[in-house]
């Protein structure tokens, strides 16, 4: 369950808030303040607007998977430079 000020705050910001956690931002919204906005989303378009609202949001889709995938291959690649970078150690037996 959400906290109860979280709730008030809800109710007094309209149904809406945006929380920052680090470097990324997330948006709150009551059930309610969603639907109206998914439903506001598509209202009154146009066939052609319509296309248009689809065909962009598939390609934001598309745009945020080749980032999370460029984002794993640079992990990868930082762990493969970490394994690189190991030190080695011989056993020199001297006469």
Known sequence: ML???LKEALE???GRAVI???EQ???VLTL???RKIKQEGVMGLTKQELIDKINNDIASWKFSQEEEDKTAE???ETLGEIKNDEVHYESVVQP
């Open 3 to 5: 906290d109860k000020k």
């Open 20 to 22: 920052k956690d680090q």
């Open 25 to 27: 931002y997330f948006i």
């Open 32 to 34: 309610k303040e969603f």
């Open 74 to 76: 640079i992990e990868l």
């Open 12 to 14: 007094l910001l309209g």
